[in-house]
């Protein structure tokens, strides 16, 4: 699963668009320009994609600005903490029902390679 917005699916798409089994989470660009229904769309979006997952890797960290991993501060974040809201989300507590995991050493290969 892949969340992008319109503005970004155009580099985005050279990167991903032989991966398998992708799917797209993107708005056209008409609809983009309304706000409040783009961050109704990113909501959704995320809540779509977590839906059947126990386990999430985040990539807490970036380049050179490691931070210890806790999946309590991922809590705080704006978009999970939207997945507790009744009728949007799961209902619950994300981190009640997913276990996170940091992806940075994995990724850290990808970050340094990666030309975007």
Request: some cysteine; overall charge negative; glycine content about 10%.
């Amino acid at each position: 699963h892949l969340y992008c917005n319109p503005v970004n699916y155009g580099y985005l798409l050279p990167y991903v668009a032989y991966w398998r089994n992708l799917h797209f989470y993107c708005m056209a660009e008409a609809e983009y320009e309304d706000e409040e229904a783009a961050e109704e769309f990113k909501v959704n979006s995320f809540v779509d994609m977590v839906r059947n997952c126990i386990r999430i890797g985040i990539p807490y960290s970036s380049k050179g600005h490691l931070h210890i991993f806790d999946m309590f501060i991922v809590e705080k974040w704006p978009i999970v903490q939207a997945f507790a809201l009744d009728g949007i989300g799961g209902g619950g507590f994300f981190t009640m029902k997913h276990e996170g995991s940091a992806l940075v050493g994995l990724l850290g290969w990808a970050y340094r390679t990666s030309r975007l």
